[in-house]
């Protein structure tokens, strides 16, 4: 005689750490979760677990999408340096004179590194100490070439631009970044040198038009 009970229906097992449709938290949730941890804390100080209560989820979820912290730092770092660049890309396409195309490539990135104050630390540690493998080499290679390209199309001349020297954009690209990465982290030190003058945002406010005028002088024949 057939057994007249109900026949539970069997479950259906899962890797370890694989969302279900229930907890299902994006992966851009987790990284922007990181990321404003970083306000305050360095990568180093941060846990697996810690991002991981700050953004509601189980840590494993974090391994399955990324497999350590040095992943999800990885893609965190990718993931700022994209809207920056996302941004430059945006104000490169707009009709403007050379040289306020220069001070606002300097504001984006001056803007980035105060939003983001571990953002040089996570992209040397990250993404140019770690190329070690084919996928690694990839992003650096990606990130190197994107923001390269930025450099470049300064150089591109457009109608009323002054005449350029021949400038390696390679140069152009690390002044770029070293004009306004030293700027940013050397607060202490500017405070220092400019005690008793005015706030933060007229310091910044001229140092980008010396910054501007520098550039521009050295590019312009």
């Not at 999408?65 to 396409?93: C, E």
């Not at 084919?134 to 150089?155: C, H, I, K, N, Y």
Request: some cysteine; proline content about 6%.
């Amino acid at each position: 005689m057939p057994d007249p009970s109900p026949r539970k229906k069997p479950r259906i097992k899962r890797s370890a750490g694989h969302p279900t449709e229930k907890t299902m938290v994006g992966k851009a949730a987790i990284i922007d979760t990181a990321i404003a941890l970083m306000k305050t804390k360095t990568p180093q100080e941060l846990s697996v677990l810690e991002i991981a209560t700050a953004a509601g989820v189980d840590p494993a979820l974090i391994r399955y999408y990324f497999s350590n912290k040095q992943g999800l730092m990885r893609a965190a770092a990718t993931h700022i340096m994209d809207q920056l660049q996302a941004r430059s890309q945006v104000m490169l396409g707009q009709d403007a004179p050379l040289e306020a195309r220069i001070r606002k490539r300097l504001v984006l990135l001056i803007e980035a590194l105060k939003d983001n104050p571990r953002f040089l630390q996570l992209v040397l540690n990250e993404i140019y100490s770690h190329a070690d493998t084919p996928e690694r080499m990839d992003t650096l290679q990606g990130v190197a070439a994107r923001g390269l390209a930025l450099s470049e199309a300064l150089l591109v001349a457009r109608e009323g631009d002054p005449p350029l020297d021949a400038i390696d954009p390679r140069f152009l690209h690390v002044a770029f970044l070293g004009l306004c990465t030293f700027f940013v982290d050397a607060q202490p030190m500017l405070k220092v040198l400019f005690n008793g003058e005015q706030g933060a945002e007229d310091l910044t406010g001229r140092y980008l038009d010396f910054a501007t005028r520098l550039i521009m002088h050295g590019i312009v024949k």
